[in-house]
C-alpha cells in the first residue's frame, strides 16, 4: 500500500515569507509526528497528534511555528515569517498506534534565502 | 539528562568485523523499543524492534537491559551496505502525560574496505 508521502519534496523561500509542508499518513494510522533535522544532525522533534486527543505540541522551537491534523488524515506544518536557521528537513512520520513503530515520509527539504 | 543517549560517534569499523553499541534511556517505565536505519539523506527506516528477550535477524542481534536501562545493537560480518547511521527509539512520557517514541540522535557508522 501507500506509504507516508510529503509535499513538496524541496521548497527554496525568501527569508520572511510563510511555507505550509503538507503530509499525508498512512491510512488508519492514528499517531503523527512532525520532526525537524537540520544537516549532519539527529532528529528533533516538533508536534505530536494522537486520534482526537491535544497534540502535543512541546517540540515545536516558536510561535513562528504551527501544525494541524484534521482527525487521523492530512497534517500541514506552517512557519511563518522564515528565517535561514529554518533550513532543514521537515519528516513527517506516522504509526498505526502510539508506540508502532513510525514509517517515515521522504522530507520536505526547506531552504531559506 | 538526556531521554535517549547514544555515542554519536563516528564507529570506523573494516569489512567483516564485528560491532556493537549501546542506547541507555532514562525511563525505568519504558516499554517499546527500536532500531532504525538513517542512510545519508533519507528518511529513518525501522531496521528492528527489541524485544526483553532479545532478538536476533540475520547479522544483526539486539539485546534490552531493564537493570541497567539500555539496549544495544550488534552487527556480524559486517559489510559495506552497513554503513549508516542508527537510531535507537525509546517510548517516553511526554509533557503533555502520554508516551510517545523520542529517538536518539545517532550512531554513524562506517564500514572500511
Known amino acids: 500500500g501507500a506509504g507516508v508521502s510529503q509535499s513538496p519534496s524541496n521548497k527554496v523561500t525568501e527569508k520572511g515569507k510563510d511555507v505550509e509542508l503538507r503530509c499525508d499518513p498512512i491510512?488508519?494510522?492514528?499517531?503523527l509526528y512532525w520532526y525537524r533535522q537540520r544537516l549532519g544532525q539527529g532528529l528533533e522533534f516538533l508536534i505530536y497528534?494522537?486520534?482526537?486527543?491535544?497534540?502535543?505540541k512541546s517540540g515545536l522551537p516558536s510561535d513562528r511555528f504551527s501544525a494541524e491534523r484534521t482527525g487521523e488524515s492530512v497534517s500541514t506544518l506552517t512557519i511563518q515569517r522564515t528565517q535561514q536557521e529554518d533550513s532543514a528537513v521537515y519528516l513527517c512520520a506516522s504509526s498505526p498506534r502510539p508506540l508502532d513503530e513510525q514509517y517515515f515520509g521522504p522530507g520536505t527539504r526547506l531552504t531559506v534565502t | 539528562r538526556k531521554e535517549v543517549e547514544q555515542d554519536p560517534g563516528p564507529f570506523n569499523v573494516p569489512e567483516g568485523a564485528t560491532v556493537a553499541f549501546n542506547c541507555t534511556y532514562s525511563n525505568s517505565a519504558s516499554q517499546s523499543f527500536f532500531w532504525y536505519r538513517q542512510d545519508c539523506r533519507k528518511e529513518p527506516k525501522l531496521l528492528m524492534s527489541v524485544y526483553s528477550s532479545g532478538n536476533e535477524d540475520g547479522r544483526f542481534t539486539a539485546q534490552l537491559n531493564r537493570a541497567s536501562q539500555y539496549i544495544s545493537l550488534l552487527i556480524r560480518d559486517s559489510k559495506l551496505s552497513d554503513s549508516a547511521t542508527y537510531l535507537c527509539?525509546?517510548?517516553?512520557?511526554?509533557?503533555?502525560?502520554?508516551?510517545?517514541?523520542?529517538f536518539g540522535t545517532g550512531t554513524r557508522l562506517t564500514i572500511i574496505p
Open positions: 527509539v525509546v517510548n517516553e512520557i511526554s509533557n503533555f502525560g502520554n508516551e510517545k517514541l523520542t
Open positions: 497528534f494522537q486520534g482526537n486527543s491535544a497534540p502535543d
Open positions: 491510512s488508519g494510522h492514528t499517531a
